[in-house]
């Protein structure tokens, strides 16, 4: 089974939050989860989905 990897910054779950002047995950993360999100170890998030700014531009053409 191959290992899924992930970057935070590619996340559809990782926005910018004003209030905050930060970036953070707006998944719901449960305790252990977070700690690792915290340590920077998210390299297996289980809720990575790529965000693919462009997507939509490309179905036009």
Do not use: W
């Not at 590619?10 to 989860?33: F, G, I, K, P, S």
């Not at 998030?45 to 036009?60: A, G, L």
């Amino acid at each position: 089974m191959k290992k899924r990897t992930s970057n935070c910054e590619d996340c559809v779950h990782y926005d910018y939050n004003e209030e905050t002047d930060a970036y953070e995950c707006n998944e719901d993360l449960d305790e252990d989860e977070l700690v690792r999100f915290i340590k920077g170890d998210s390299g297996n998030c289980p809720y990575y989905r790529y965000y693919d700014e462009y997507k939509f531009v490309r179905k036009q053409n």
